[in-house]
């Protein structure tokens, strides 16, 4: 196995989530609302406070960069036992002025300007295994988005 590429990929997914794609996933992760979401990046399935969930676009996301970044990478894929993510999400809505990130949102081409915004703290957690070793990973980070822009995906 190739122990450097596998930790960059750990770290990546951990990023990967936290980052904009998750955009693509904000009303589903509104519909959820505060728990731990898991994802098997192998095969795409989640679940959520252990219960199998519908897969996220996110999930989807993250799949189809492990599979292209592993042959890409010439890793045989059958030496993985599991890569997985882990995402503990605490949502609550809060007032614009209480924003900790600085970031604009459009909805059909109009300017979202919501008085409130959906916080998400995000602690995640990813973790490749192959038959010789684990690798891991842990990123933290908010996500915000204003409470009509996941209503309007």
């Keep these: 196995m190739r122990r450097k590429r596998l930790k960059h990929a750990v770290f990546t997914l951990c990023h990967m989530?936290?980052?904009w794609r998750l955009m693509n996933s904000y009303k589903q992760i509104a519909e959820l609302g505060s728990g731990t979401l898991a994802i098997d990046v192998v095969s795409g399935r989640c679940s959520f406070d252990g219960e199998d969930i519908p897969?996220?676009?996110?999930?989807?996301?993250?799949?189809?960069?492990?599979?292209?970044?592993?042959?890409?990478?010439?890793?045989?894929?059958?030496?993985?036992?599991?890569?997985?993510?882990?995402?503990?999400?605490?949502?609550?809505?809060?007032?614009?002025?209480?924003?900790?990130?600085?970031?604009?949102?459009?909805?059909?081409?109009?300017?979202?300007?919501?008085?409130?915004?959906?916080?998400?703290?995000?602690?995640?957690?990813g973790k490749i295994v192959t038959d010789e070793t684990d690798y891991e990973s842990a990123y933290s980070d908010i996500a915000e988005w204003p409470v009509d822009f996941a209503m309007a995906q």
């Design 55 to 125: 897969s996220l676009t996110i999930a989807d996301e993250l799949q189809c960069w492990f599979a292209s970044d592993m042959a890409a990478n010439h890793i045989q894929t059958d030496k993985i036992v599991s890569a997985t993510l882990t995402a503990s999400l605490n949502l609550g809505v809060v007032n614009k002025g209480r924003r900790v990130k600085s970031q604009y949102y459009f909805s059909n081409g109009k300017h979202l300007n919501s008085p409130e915004i959906v916080q998400c703290k995000i602690e995640c957690r």
């Design 17 to 19: 989530f936290c980052g």
